[in-house]
């Protein structure tokens, strides 16, 4: 498949206004300044262009549920605040081609009827962020941005907003209170965001991947983009690949490639052609799958199937000299820093989780720690108070299943069969 | 530090009328004012404070939360190393080990030529260059007890 998002990315010398419009850049203004909003927001939805931020909603419906008669102002948030280990593919957008960001959102804002759009940048970003600041005073000086743009009728503002750095910045209403200047926990989910979120406003929240398919299927139209996927996938994805591979990196093919592809052939195979052990398919908080689902079409129904989530669409390999429990024991250990300390399941339970981990992974746990473990997942799951601590224990819960005979090891042998220094001591 | 407050509170006046609250500014307030102190110490919350109407406690809540907004004293140039799972498995562990080692000081201290802060932060978006590490914002990785080593003595000379 040809690169289409990635096409014209360069994080040395990203485009500028001019030569991005020299490689038909902004064109799809003119495609959807032509269309009604609610016409654009058929268009998406015909097309199945589903959330790539992580939960997979589908986006032209979230669009539509905002309602057309929601009151003014109304917002957009383009969400830029990727800090899912093992995901970096909005890095290579924000670093590489800040108009293709700025043309999606204003075909976005204007379907939505959005007169002012918000990029969430995560603070790690800030360099990307300075450079995507300046494409938004280009575009201003341009006249794309502004009131009555080309004519349209339509008016838009462009703000970035530059976090202070938390992971839970990145759940949508924790990112409504970050903007607002309020501590970042997530809020209760009635009323909706899309009728009660920034300042109290309809908001509508999408990834910036999401939203730079968006110019594309104007100009296409949405069976061309369907039919870009494969295994019945819709569209073209950019999937990260990281961990013990030989070349780690960023991979744009069509939603739907399996991972043996991603893995073997795009990332070039394991680190010294070890064999597979497993791996995240969508990044930190998601269940691990095994050699035997190499084969499942990466895209998210599948996957769900499989007992995991699509998630970000970023792999992380595992090989079998890497020990599951200490992979396992360091995403509990950013889980655990990361909450925002909002509920105690999740703010007492993560740490507590992390404990025990440590105790079985340095050969002290005992034989009933697992049972715990798992019986502390299910409580602390379903107990607090937004998708973080669910997302968390996951990768937890199921490389216990996974990987239960490393587990039993430790707690019997009392020590890390991967750890060639522990073998004589202890 | 009364430049950047006069052009915040001059950005304030000239707000959209449509721009809410004033709370909104207290995180790029909290930024530039870093971005010139090095950190924000107890004055400058109040400071915040002033300008957003907030209380000086909702202030300090909002600072303490924010991992990239330093209460304490930091170094002329800071390397966080990410930490996280795809850095560790490459060997992120033993970066920091070899750091604290090297710096003689307590990862997210700062030196006492005043010249690095060293500390761990989560996933940097940088998976494929494990084990990567920021410094003064620039991705850099991968990095081995060597570079990392070269890298800090650079720094250390460096205004």
């Not at chain 1, 195979?269 to 998601?286: C, K, M, Q, V």
């Not at chain 2, 060997?91 to 761990?120: N, S």
Request: aromatic letters at 6%; charged letters at 20%.
């Amino acid at each position: 498949m040809e690169a289409l998002l990635t096409r014209h990315l360069d994080p040395v010398a990203p485009l500028n206004l001019v030569a991005y419009q020299a490689t038909g850049g902004y064109r799809s203004l003119t495609s959807a300044f032509d269309l009604k909003p609610e016409k654009i927001i058929g268009i998406v939805e015909a097309a199945n262009l589903r959330g790539r931020g992580g939960a997979g909603f589908p986006c032209g419906l979230k669009w539509r549920l905002r309602g057309a008669d929601a009151p003014s102002p109304r917002y957009l948030i383009c969400n830029l605040d990727e800090s899912e280990p093992g995901t970096f593919k909005d890095r290579y957008l924000l670093y590489g081609g800040p108009h293709q960001i700025i043309e999606s959102i204003i075909v976005s804002a204007f379907a939505l009827q959005a007169e002012r759009a918000f990029i969430f940048v995560r603070g790690e970003y800030a360099k990307g962020g300075n450079a995507l600041n300046q494409a938004i005073q280009e575009a201003e000086t341009a006249g794309l941005l502004g009131t009555n743009i080309r004519g349209s009728g339509f008016n838009l503002q462009i703000e970035a907003h530059l976090s202070g750095g938390r992971y839970i910045c990145g759940e949508e209403t924790a990112q409504i209170n970050a903007i607002e200047g309020k501590r970042p926990n997530p809020r209760h989910k009635i009323p909706r965001p899309s009728t009660h979120g920034l300042w109290g406003q309809p908001t509508t929240t999408n990834n910036v991947e999401t939203l730079i398919n968006v110019p594309h299927i104007l100009l296409n139209g949405a069976d061309w983009f369907r039919e870009l996927g494969v295994n019945g996938g819709c569209g073209s994805k950019l999937f990260c690949v990281s961990g013990k591979v030989k070349h780690s990196g960023l991979f744009e093919l069509p939603c739907g490639t399996p991972a043996r592809e991603l893995i073997f052939e795009h990332a070039g195979g394991l680190d010294e052609n070890r064999a597979l052990l497993g791996f995240l398919p969508g990044g930190a908080s998601t269940a691990f799958l095994l050699p035997k689902h190499l084969d499942v079409p990466m895209d998210f129904d599948p996957i769900a199937k499989a007992g995991s989530r699509l998630g970000t669409g970023s792999i992380i390999v595992l090989d079998d000299a890497t020990c599951p429990v200490e992979v396992t024991l360091n995403l509990m250990r950013f889980f655990a820093r990361e909450s925002c300390g909002f509920c105690t399941p999740c703010r007492d339970g993560l740490p507590y989780l992390t404990q025990i981990l440590t105790t079985i992974s340095s050969g002290s746990g005992r034989a009933d720690d697992l049972a715990l473990l798992d019986e502390l997942c299910a409580t602390i799951a379903s107990q607090s108070f937004c998708a973080f601590a669910p997302g968390a224990v996951m990768p937890l819960v199921s490389s216990l299943k996974c990987f239960h005979d490393h587990y039993e090891h430790h707690v019997t042998t009392g020590r890390c069969p991967f750890n060639e220094a522990n073998k004589n001591g202890a | 530090m009364n430049n950047i407050l006069k052009e915040l509170q001059k950005d304030l006046l000239h707000l959209p009328r449509t721009h809410p609250k004033r709370r909104a500014v207290a995180i790029p307030a909290m930024q530039a004012l870093q971005a010139e102190l090095g950190y924000l110490d107890d004055a400058a919350i109040e400071k915040i404070a002033q300008i957003t109407g907030l209380s000086t406690t909702e202030a300090e809540e909002l600072a303490t939360f924010y991992s990239l907004i330093y209460r304490r004293p930091a170094g002329r140039h800071t390397v966080r190393i990410c930490d996280s799972v795809c850095c560790s498995m490459r060997g992120a562990d033993q970066l920091l080990t070899a750091a604290e080692e090297y710096i003689r000081t307590p990862l997210g201290t700062v030196t006492p030529d005043g010249a690095l802060t060293v500390l761990p932060g989560i996933c940097l978006g940088l998976c494929d260059k494990a084990p990567a590490a920021l410094v003064d914002g620039e991705a850099l990785g991968p990095l081995n007890d060597a570079s990392l080593k070269a890298l800090l003595q650079r720094l250390q000379q460096k205004d």
